[in-house]
T-cell receptor
């Protein structure tokens, strides 16, 4: 079945820095890739997604790049703030099944 | 507005004891419902999903069972807990992931 690998497992940066979170998947049948953020003590929150017919999606300080050939995604966060500190999860969905396969998550800590 | 409520917030249970975790969704008729589990240090794994009342599909076998007795209710249970059941259990409702895939606040379970 689908496997999702996410790197790095943790990041510590200074406020204002940019960060890159990488994600790779194995199943070419996966067509939808939502990302979630989990702040300490809060529930998982959707932040951005991309479909396999797209290469790039941007919203505010988030840019998500997708390479179908290499089965790789990367989430770029610019101008980080302490409020961005959270665990970020990449996930993959094989078609319209509602099934999501998650990566292990990347813990981001932004220091003021 | 749709709301999703999970109970209890946390449990400490003995090995071999029974368990019942609940999830209720309000404001959404006939939602697709999902149970996810996250072992300590592990990723989120989908355990069960349900598209309609009385119908539950198992995704991962963990000696757990799920039921959907009402349209807005999803129950996760077992008659005998194992140490390996410890972790974080999340209920979610939605379709194919993304903005309409909403997670509950979770139940943290420690089996001793």
């Amino acid at each position: 079945g689908e496997q999702v690998e996410q790197l790095p497992s943790s990041l510590i940066v200074q406020e204002g820095a940019s960060v890159l979170i990488n994600c790779s998947y194995t199943d070419s049948a996966s067509v939808y890739f939502p990302w979630y953020k989990q702040e300490p003590g809060k529930r998982l929150q959707f932040i951005i997604d991309i479909r396999s017919n797209m290469e790039r999606k941007q919203t505010q300080r988030l840019t998500l790049l997708f390479d179908k050939k290499t089965k790789h995604l990367s989430l770029h966060i610019t101008a980080t703030q302490p409020g961005d500190s959270a665990i970020y999860f990449c996930s993959a969905s094989p078609g319209n099944t509602g099934k999501l396969i998650f990566g292990l998550g990347t813990t981001l800590q932004v220091q003021p | 507005a749709q709301t999703i409520h999970q109970w209890p917030v946390a449990e400490i249970k003995a090995v071999g004891s029974p368990l019942s975790l609940g999830c209720t969704i309000k404001g959404k008729s006939s939602p697709n419902l999902y149970w996810y589990w996250q072992a300590t240090g592990g990723t989120l794994q989908q355990l069960f999903y349900s598209i309609t009342v009385g119908q539950v599909e198992s995704v991962v076998q963990l000696n757990l069972s799920a039921s959907r007795p009402k349209d807005d209710q999803f129950i996760l249970s077992t008659e005998k807990l194992l140490l390996s059941h410890s972790g974080f259990y999340l209920c979610a409702w939605g379709g194919t992931g993304g903005p309409d895939y909403t997670f509950g606040s979770g139940t943290r379970l420690l089996v001793i």
